[in-house]
């Protein structure tokens, strides 16, 4: 049976009589990676204070690893737990090399693996050199590193990418690959939405402090019913024939060569069926399903707030 790693149970926090986390129960699964996402101010920095154990829940419960990370196990939970905050701050006279190593001793990881962990991160040609000198990259890289110190079973990371090229970015995302294949547990905010399709389990979506949908692509995808578009590609002349004969299908679209439609999920393969048995040459077929941006933005706009997937 496989564990759930992190828990929100009811989870809710007040400021000053201001809700900010409205009842949150949401499993995260070991071995799962899981976008957290949402508009600034929709919970995301609440839930991962909370999961720190830096604040506690005004109502409900967290855990972390079946720990309270605000209680008394709070110091096991957290060795168990590697964080990368959206903005890094180290010492600039440290080098690359003394930062890791001073985490290492708060956190009572192996001081020998830091240069591997440099290593693994792109940085060991800068493992001497001071953090002053390092770009924007080079720090968000490093943080990374501390994150991954003492081999965590759980990251919780908050906009990872910041900072990154394309060609970091990609290392960013190997790296992630290797976690869950090594069985950690990930949950990372972002709002690079379109990066992440296809490198996460599931989707967590918040807004105004409400989680308002959860589950995989798929799920909340069928949840959503936001209609699906192809595009068809035909010799010279014969769209025109393909957009007559499917009658009943909603044509966006139609020029010599090209014939676009829109439907319902639930009705692509009756239709793409329909296509195969037209007897006209199909040169190519799209298929485009909504994207991650696209479902965000379906569900925080029509203001659900039932918890959606679990």
């Excluded at 605000?70 to 080098?95: C, D, I, Y």
């Amino acid at each position: 049976m496989t564990m759930a790693t992190l828990q929100f149970e009811g989870a809710g926090k007040t400021y000053d009589g201001k809700t900010v986390l409205d009842d949150v129960s949401l499993n995260i699964n070991e071995g799962s990676v899981v976008a957290l996402v949402g508009h600034n101010g929709a919970g995301k920095t609440t839930m991962m204070k909370l999961l720190l154990g830096l604040i506690r829940p005004c109502s409900g419960q967290v855990r972390v690893l079946g720990l309270d990370p605000a209680g008394p196990e709070g110091s096991e939970a957290k060795r168990n737990l590697g964080f990368l905050p959206e903005t890094v701050a180290f010492q600039q006279a440290m080098t690359g090399l003394d930062v890791l190593n001073f985490y290492a001793r708060l956190k009572r990881a192996d001081l020998n693996a830091n240069r591997t962990l440099l290593a693994r991160v792109g940085l060991a040609d800068a493992a001497g050199q001071p953090v002053k000198t390092y770009s924007k990259g080079m720090r968000q890289r490093l943080g990374l590193a501390q994150a991954l110190l003492g081999a965590p079973r759980v990251m919780l990371l908050d906009e990872p990418t910041t900072g990154l090229d394309p060609a970091l970015r990609r290392s960013f995302y190997d790296t992630l690959s290797a976690l869950k294949r090594e069985g950690v547990t990930v949950l990372l905010s972002s709002h690079a939405l379109s990066e992440l399709e296809s490198r996460i389990d599931k989707v967590a979506i918040m807004n105004n402090g409400k989680l308002i949908a959860s589950g995989t692509l798929s799920e909340l995808r069928n949840q959503a019913r936001v209609p699906v578009r192809i595009r068809l590609r035909t010799r010279d002349g014969q769209a025109n024939e393909i957009a007559n004969q499917l009658s009943g299908a909603e044509i966006s679209r139609v020029n010599g060569q090209i014939v676009e439609f829109v439907c319902a999920p639930e009705e692509k393969m009756v239709l793409v069926r329909r296509v195969s048995e037209l007897g006209v040459a199909i040169e190519d077929m799209e298929i485009d399903l909504p994207t991650l941006d696209q479902l965000y933005s379906h569900y925080r706009n029509d203001g659900r707030d039932d918890g959606g997937l679990q």
